[in-house]
């Protein structure tokens, strides 16, 4: 977990000029005569002056930031008056302004609905006696959960079972979360599994979008759901492999995972297993391949511990497998004979595999089993009886490798110029079969089990397009973007073959560029409501993700992150000496920690942009990364720096922190969007850019904010509101680049 993916009592002291009680939150003016133009807030300035480190720096929006906010996120209605006002009329503002892309919204919702084939199911996942997988029914905002018993013959133990039905069995509902969801306004499950044996199912839900979860059990012969769920969850768990007992990770007062906890499956008294005392460290739980430990995992952005219980004994005190070491990170599973880690240690910068024996699984008895090569970066691995199956990414692009005990190897081969491929693994231990899925910005996904010891490939499913679709209308390609330090960026660009490469058509670049996480060259029915009017679409793959290996990644956090936001430049200069699209003919969008990007860049070279979107936006960096009391600012130092001690880290932090940053600028349009019950980037940040930037820029273009005010990090839970949430931010790019407004 982390925040811009999913973030101050500190060494600051703030001391407030004015009082919050002298002035109203926003005053809205008059409308202008003769003109028909909505007046945005006007949000009020009530200085904080803030001495850190020997630097002073004052922040006129700091009262944005509710002093409850921990209690906001479980209950939003605590919100106090003066914020709720301004974000209300905020919204206000927005939708007065974008009152003509209504209809355009609407078309594009109609559009992405229509690509989507409502009454749809998961390729079923074997286990046991049982297939399970989720469906969705014609109208459904969420997923059913389901099994079926299995047919054919399968393994276990070593032996063959075969069960056959002279007529197909009847599935059996485990869960229908639309029920779940009834008369709220926000309802997710984060996690849902069955227990080893069958007859439990754990499911947790996050009621409010601030990601503090409920676990609850329920009794698959009876029905029932078992009283006394689980409070304050992150909504991680793992059943005991005997399943008789559940694990789950806590959630604190400040939304950290702190603890493992321990109880009997059906109920029972509660039991501490263990406790990180370190802020910093994110921790979670769950089972080898194998069944045979449990495993905590315990890690922040570059450096991580594994404990392991014995399945036989589930009520053990954790051993410790590798004590901590900074900058040396870890992740562990176990093959029946032996442990399987995935580690940096000795210099790996892009990760390999060593095994250990099962006794004694210490560094001291680690050894190659797959060695480091530079640039092949080594993302995670799946084991089954008899095979490995690994993940690895180079260029922007992945492949899969399968490892048989022998030590024989194969690769199961692609060719595009981009695309994505991504390993699901096996469900069950004794097997020949895994699964992996494929797709590209043009071929929708393509589901596959693939046998390991033959070779056989079998597609399962293929994602059906119910409007139509036809991959030879468009085209695919990959460029490469020199940065200025001669590095080479990957760009994946789509757009169909009728839309010309002169520079006349609007093109979209999309961009994250942090924690070491990759954007893929995925397939998006969304996007084609842009493209299949005229648009180009294009991924930027920034340093800053493991686009081109663990090193690219490392090139761009803390003192080098700057490298982040002039990849993104880099890339759109490309496309504009490409002639795929004119300077100020771009709207950039990114979300999260791609938001921070975003901010970056508009401060850095508006002339670039005809709009842009920040999504979630972590753009507060000096004040996030200074409030200890957020979840995720300890953990997340690693990434970014330590303002409150290293001196260093703030002054290159302020140097490129977004809101910090602002100043009197002929800036492009801007939307910024946010969730009242976000944890991760927490309202306020959305808020206060906006409020700081629309007074500042000089081009007389909007300035406009989003607040959900019943979600929080991904926005809505159905799948179908969900889809308004990105028709309304395509219309704002189509709207920012046909400048809408001066129609308004």
Known sequence: MNRRQLILSTAATAVATASPALTPAFATPAKSAGTSMPHPPVAKKIPVVIEQLGRTRT????????????????????????????????????????????????????EMRGRIKEDDSSVPAADGDWNYFVEYRTGDQHPRYMRVERQGTWMVNGQPVTKNFVMAPTPQLLLDANELAEGKAYSEVSAASH???????????????SEVHKIYLKDLATGAVLPDPIENSNGDFTFSPDS???????????????????????????????????????????????????????????????????????????????????????DVDHWGDRWVIRTNADDAIDFKIVQAPSATPSKAHWTDLVPHTPGRYIEGLDLT?????????ADANTRIIIRDRAGAEHEIAV?????????????????????????????????????????????????????????????????????????????????????????SAPLLLYGYGSYGIPMPASFSTNRLSLVDRGWIYAIAHIRGGSDKGWGWFLDARRMTKKNTFTDFIAAAEHLIAGKYVAAGNIVAQGGSAGGLLMGAVNNMRPDLWAGVIGQ?????????????????????????????????????????????????KAYPAVLATGGLSDPRVTYWEPEKWVAKLRPATTSGKPVLLKINMEAGHGGAAGRFDYLKEVAHDYAFAVWAAEKGWEAA
């Open 385 to 393: 009886q008899d095979h490995l199956a690994r993940q690895e990414r």
């Open 244 to 330: 008789q007992w559940i694990f789950w990770t806590n959630r604190d007062d400040n939304g950290r995972p702190d603890k493992i906890f321990r109880r009997p499956a059906r109920g029972g008294e509660t039991t501490l297993v263990y406790e990180e005392e370190d802020d910093g460290m994110f921790i979670g739980v769950g089972r080898t391949a194998d069944d045979q430990f449990i495993v905590i995992s315990i890690q922040n952005q570059e450096t991580s511990e594994a404990r392991y219980i014995p399945a036989s004994t589930p009520t053990a005190t954790p051993a410790v497998l590798e004590p901590r070491v900074v900058a040396i990170r870890y």
């Open 616 to 664: 979630v936006p972590f753009v507060d960096v000096i004040n996030t990364m200074s409030d200890t009391s957020l979840p995720l600012t300890p953990p997340e130092w690693p990434e970014w720096g330590n303002p409150i001690e290293d001196p260093e880290a703030y002054d290159y932090m302020m140097s490129y922190s977004p809101y910090d940053q602002v100043g009197p």
């Open 195 to 209: 227990s080893p044996d069958h007859s439990l199912f754990a499911y947790a839900e996050d009621a409010q979008g």
């Open 415 to 503: 060719d595009e110029p981009a695309f994505a491929l991504s390993l699901s693994g096996a469900s069950e231990f004794e097997t020949t079969t895994t699964r992996y899925s494929y797709n590209s910005p043009s071929t929708p996904t393509q589901t596959f089990d693939y046998d390991m010891a033959t070779r056989e490939r079998t597609l399962r499913k293929t994602q059906q397009i119910p409007s139509g679709h036809n991959i030879a209308d468009y085209v695919v390609e990959r460029l490469n973007a020199p940065a200025s330090d001669g590095q080479l960026v990957p760009v994946t660009v789509l757009r169909r073959k009728s839309t010309p490469v002169d520079g």
């Open 59 to 110: 922040d006129d929006y700091h009262w944005m930031k509710d002093d409850n906010w921990q209690a906001v996120l479980k209950d939003p209605s605590l919100i106090k008056a003066e914020v709720k006002e301004h974000l209300t009329a905020e919204n206000a503002y927005r939708e007065a302004m974008m009152a003509s892309t209504v209809p355009l919204q609407e078309a594009m919702f109609a």
